[in-house]
């Protein structure tokens, strides 16, 4: 029996939850976001609470019923609070600037790499060595911080690279002579 799929969603003011056809849709001030319910699950909302329940005992009906749980809450926070990802560059001469629809990066390379803003994201730039992913879809903040960093990953003897404001580089020691 899932232990997450049990909790109750709470859906806090200011965010509207509708059922309907198999489909769960959320809105609230960061924007809409809607998902479809697999056949294995099936969701009540019934005052300020949305009720997730696996529809018969088969071992994929319990493995999606804690799985949409958990997206469907991750969908209700994302259009009340949304979330976010900070990203640290590191580097002589490494910097990003908004320039328009698109994210400029100086990474080392003999031309900058220009990132194209996605629809639902927000990028913001505070210093020249850092930057804020923003959105209401978590899977999607995620992917594009993910994929700002392939650009550079950081490199475990200087540390040179786009990490993540959370990660910590282990640091090799360089060649003896």
């Known amino acids: 029996m899932s232990r997450i799929g049990q909790r109750a969603i709470t859906v806090p003011s200011g965010v509207t939850v509708e059922v309907k056809n198999d489909t769960v849709t959320a809105k609230g001030k960061i924007g809409t976001l ?47 609070d949304g979330f976010s990802t900070d990203l640290i560059i590191e580097g002589v001469g490494y910097r990003a600037a908004l320039d328009g629809k698109n994210v400029k990066l100086a990474l080392g390379f003999s031309h900058d790499v220009l990132y194209p803003i996605p629809e639902g994201i927000k990028i913001t730039v505070g210093k020249p060595t850092e930057l804020k992913v923003f959105g209401a ?41």
Do not use: C, H
Request: aromatic share 6%; glycine share 8%; net charge positive.
């Open 137 to 177: 879809d978590r899977q999607q903040v995620g992917q594009v911080a993910a994929e700002i960093r392939a650009f550079r990953p950081p490199e475990p003897y200087k540390g040179k690279g786009i990490r993540y404001s959370d990660e910590y580089i282990l640091r090799k020691e360089g060649k003896k002579k």
């Open 34 to 80: 809607s998902m479809k319910l697999v056949p294995e699950v099936a969701a009540q909302y019934e005052g300020s609470t949305l009720k997730v329940t696996a529809k018969d005992s088969s071992d994929r009906a319990k493995a999606m019923w804690g799985m949409t749980r958990t997206l469907i809450n991750n969908m209700v926070k994302g259009v009340a």
